[in-house]
Nanobody, 114 residues
Framework: QVQLVESGGGLVQPGGSLRLSCAAS????????MTWYRQAPEKQREWVAT???????SYADSVKGRFTISRDNAKNTVYLQMNSLKSEDTAVYYC????????WGQGTQVTVSS
Protein backbone atom coordinates (compact mmCIF):
# COMPACT_ATOMS: atom_id res chain seq x y z
CA GLN A 1 0.00 0.00 0.00
CA VAL A 2 1.45 3.34 -1.06
CA GLN A 3 1.74 5.95 1.68
CA LEU A 4 3.07 9.49 1.58
CA VAL A 5 3.24 11.29 4.91
CA GLU A 6 4.14 14.98 4.95
CA SER A 7 5.42 16.81 8.01
CA GLY A 8 7.19 20.02 8.95
CA GLY A 9 4.50 22.58 8.27
CA GLY A 10 3.57 25.33 10.67
CA LEU A 11 3.33 29.06 11.29
CA VAL A 12 6.33 31.18 10.32
CA GLN A 13 6.96 34.89 9.97
CA PRO A 14 7.67 36.47 6.59
CA GLY A 15 11.32 35.98 5.72
CA GLY A 16 11.53 32.81 7.76
CA SER A 17 12.28 29.24 6.79
CA LEU A 18 10.70 25.82 7.04
CA ARG A 19 11.70 22.36 5.87
CA LEU A 20 8.98 19.98 4.80
CA SER A 21 9.47 16.23 4.69
CA CYS A 22 7.53 13.53 2.90
CA ALA A 23 8.14 9.94 3.99
CA ALA A 24 7.21 7.39 1.34
CA SER A 25 6.44 3.69 1.54
CA UNK A 26 4.84 0.96 -0.54
CA UNK A 27 6.91 1.42 -3.69
CA UNK A 28 10.55 1.58 -4.77
CA UNK A 29 11.12 5.23 -3.93
CA UNK A 30 14.43 5.65 -5.74
CA UNK A 31 12.87 4.66 -9.07
CA UNK A 32 10.37 7.53 -9.30
CA UNK A 33 10.25 11.26 -9.72
CA MET A 34 8.82 13.11 -6.72
CA THR A 35 6.97 16.41 -6.77
CA TRP A 36 5.69 19.02 -4.34
CA TYR A 37 2.44 20.86 -5.01
CA ARG A 38 0.57 23.43 -2.97
CA GLN A 39 -2.97 24.74 -2.72
CA ALA A 40 -3.82 28.11 -1.26
CA PRO A 41 -7.31 28.91 0.01
CA GLU A 42 -9.81 29.27 -2.84
CA LYS A 43 -7.12 28.60 -5.45
CA GLN A 44 -6.28 25.62 -7.62
CA ARG A 45 -3.50 23.26 -6.66
CA GLU A 46 -0.25 24.37 -8.29
CA TRP A 47 3.06 22.71 -9.03
CA VAL A 48 5.99 23.80 -6.87
CA ALA A 49 9.01 21.59 -7.63
CA THR A 50 10.05 18.20 -9.00
CA UNK A 51 13.12 16.03 -8.46
CA UNK A 52 14.06 13.23 -10.85
CA UNK A 53 15.49 9.85 -9.99
CA UNK A 54 18.93 11.23 -10.82
CA UNK A 55 18.51 14.28 -8.62
CA UNK A 56 17.81 16.88 -11.30
CA UNK A 57 15.42 19.55 -10.06
CA SER A 58 12.95 22.02 -11.51
CA TYR A 59 10.95 24.80 -9.87
CA ALA A 60 7.99 27.06 -10.42
CA ASP A 61 9.08 30.62 -11.14
CA SER A 62 7.34 31.80 -7.99
CA VAL A 63 9.68 29.78 -5.74
CA LYS A 64 12.88 29.61 -7.79
CA GLY A 65 15.87 30.75 -5.77
CA ARG A 66 14.00 30.41 -2.47
CA PHE A 67 12.95 26.74 -2.31
CA THR A 68 15.10 23.64 -2.68
CA ILE A 69 13.79 20.13 -3.31
CA SER A 70 15.98 17.18 -2.38
CA ARG A 71 15.67 13.46 -1.74
CA ASP A 72 17.27 10.84 0.45
CA ASN A 73 16.72 7.46 -1.17
CA ALA A 74 18.13 5.65 1.88
CA LYS A 75 15.33 7.16 3.97
CA ASN A 76 12.64 7.08 1.27
CA THR A 77 12.08 10.75 1.93
CA VAL A 78 11.76 13.88 -0.17
CA TYR A 79 12.29 17.32 1.31
CA LEU A 80 11.34 20.88 0.50
CA GLN A 81 13.54 23.54 2.08
CA MET A 82 11.69 26.85 1.99
CA ASN A 83 13.59 30.06 2.67
CA SER A 84 12.63 33.73 2.47
CA LEU A 85 9.00 32.80 2.91
CA LYS A 86 6.30 35.23 1.83
CA SER A 87 2.64 35.53 2.77
CA GLU A 88 1.74 34.25 -0.68
CA ASP A 89 3.47 30.97 0.13
CA THR A 90 0.67 30.21 2.60
CA ALA A 91 -0.94 26.97 1.45
CA VAL A 92 -1.36 23.30 2.11
CA TYR A 93 1.69 21.54 0.68
CA TYR A 94 1.35 18.07 -0.82
CA CYS A 95 3.91 15.59 -2.04
CA UNK A 96 3.17 13.41 -5.04
CA UNK A 97 4.75 10.29 -6.45
CA UNK A 98 4.72 9.47 -10.13
CA UNK A 99 4.52 5.76 -9.26
CA UNK A 100 1.61 3.99 -10.98
CA UNK A 101 -1.26 6.37 -11.65
CA UNK A 102 0.14 8.77 -9.07
CA UNK A 103 -0.44 9.12 -5.33
CA TRP A 104 -0.85 12.10 -3.03
CA GLY A 105 -0.01 12.68 0.60
CA GLN A 106 -2.52 14.18 3.01
CA GLY A 107 -0.84 17.58 3.01
CA THR A 108 0.78 19.82 5.59
CA GLN A 109 -0.29 23.40 6.31
CA VAL A 110 2.20 26.23 5.91
CA THR A 111 1.12 29.64 7.14
CA VAL A 112 3.33 32.69 6.63
CA SER A 113 2.13 35.56 8.75
CA SER A 114 3.38 38.15 11.18
Amino acid sequence: QVQLVESGGGLVQPGGSLRLSCAASGFTFSNYFMTWYRQAPEKQREWVATITTGGATSYADSVKGRFTISRDNAKNTVYLQMNSLKSEDTAVYYCYTHYGYGYWGQGTQVTVSS
